[in-house]
DNA sequence: GCAATAGCATACTATTCTGCTAGGCAAAGT
DNA sequence: ACTTTGCCTAGCAGAATAGTATGCTATTGC
């Protein structure tokens, strides 16, 4: 259960893209300007961003005034969205999707407890857009889990 | 978002004497029984029970009819405290807790996403103690998760 | 046309983590 | 004694993580 500096980073540089995008869709951000703004290393992020324009999320234009900006709306594209597409599936159990692990005898319903934490990641991080995360607006059900007294203490 | 092979043998091996406990808390039972029961490797297997027994979870004794049984009540111990057990916090970013994480401008509000995340888990893996896995009978909320129609669906 | 800029692409690397295996020691029963 | 079963340390191959290095290509301004 780890979220990866490859997915916080691409998520971040989504949200200063989102950002831009705010201001101006067309407008263009430079991968130096991102790094700086974030604390990321810039050669780690330009692989990050070439992995986001790959999939659609982010377009890119070379040479001086060149640069990156978002290619979707930040209403539309969730966080899970964005780890789907550098880190793969949100949840597995050794490498295998939670409704394909097999057990035996007494662990036999311990597949459903894997099933139910990956719908549990998908209720907040589909739920939870970037502009959500830039406004700092969380849906209702996502604010709800963080309104309760134990949210912030560690176990 | 990874459930590592240790937490799923660690998991696996305490239903299985949860499943021996039901019949009688002080029967033992051997590694190599259990190793085979849940096909997991043997001598892998005996570190990951020496940890949830340094832990207080198991106990064991050596010897000719010699083994391990729990050495707590499955109606108590959750999924959670095994996973702690065996591959500490349930969640953090890229190494650190959900709340320590500090970030700047754009995602000001991204560590509340981690936060949700983590209190997510909890709801799930808190609540699910070993027994309920053991009878197929999970909390009320977990159920709810999985009866909703997209829960068995891969994205 | 040419240089400067900024993204594109591939390859390489150091470190850590994961998932095991080997081998000997220590205790318990017969 | 001897067998059984757990205890403990060490090691180890392969994969993943978190980068770095280097050269190439497209775009713009002069």
Redesign the pocket.
Known sequence: MHI???SDYGIRAMLELASAYEVDPDELV???YIASAQSI?A??L??I??QL?LAGLVA?????????RLDCDPSKVTIADIIRVL?GPLADV?GIRPEDVVYEGASEHLRDVWVAVRASLRDVLERTTLRDVLIGKLPRETRRLLDRPDAWTRR
Chains 1, 2 share one sequence.
């Open positions: 990866s500096s490859k430079r991968g130096e290393p050669k780690f330009e692989g961003l070439r324009r890119s234009r070379r040479g001086v005034e060149g640069g990156y880190d050794h």
